[in-house]
């Protein structure tokens, strides 16, 4: 099994930023490479779009997932929206992505503890549409809450 992993961002394009100014783009990336790893160490091969703090287009994203063949695209972000917002979600488009929305939130609620904010349908979001391939976007917590902030600082 092929799993493209998007760390959000990059680049010039740093993201949402936390209370004390930790970057969405430096997160991503960090929690992309440890899923990476721990999806090798399944015997799954994985691919990231960006292994460094660069900008990649949206299209090239998706070309990456694209070009590769993988079977699934995990694009890795974190939500912003006031102190005390807590939560993940899941966001896909099609059909094929909210099968694999449901077991990724799930096994992130269990393992995290964190707010239960559900799958939500999205058509408008590029990465979810350019890829050939179930596609979903998980919104892995609040950089915006300084509570999570100080958790996803730990994961550098």
């Known amino acids: 099994m092929k799993i493209?992993?998007?760390?959000?961002?990059?680049?010039?394009?740093?993201?949402?930023?936390g209370p004390t100014n930790l970057e969405e783009a430096d997160v991503t990336l960090s929690i992309s490479k440890m899923l990476a790893e721990n999806l090798n160490r399944l015997g799954l091969s994985t691919k990231l779009t960006r292994s460094s703090d660069v900008f990649i287009e949206l299209s090239d994203r998706c070309d990456i997932a694209n070009d590769w063949e993988a079977d699934y695209f995990v694009s890795v972000h974190l939500n912003c929206n006031g102190s005390t917002v807590a939560g993940i979600e899941t966001l896909y488009k099609s059909s094929a992505g909210?099968?694999?929305?449901?077991?990724?939130?799930?096994?992130?609620?269990?393992?995290?503890?964190?707010?239960?904010?559900?799958l939500k349908y999205r058509d408008d979001l590029y990465v979810l549409d350019g890829t050939n391939m179930p596609a979903i976007l998980v919104e892995v917590g609040f950089i915006s809450n300084p509570t999570f902030e100080s958790k996803f600082r730990e994961v550098l």
């Open 4 to 17: 493209t992993l998007d760390p959000g961002h990059g680049g010039h394009d740093p993201g949402a930023c």
């Open 98 to 118: 909210k099968e694999l929305a449901g077991p990724v939130q799930k096994e992130m609620i269990a393992a995290t503890g964190d707010t239960d904010r559900g």
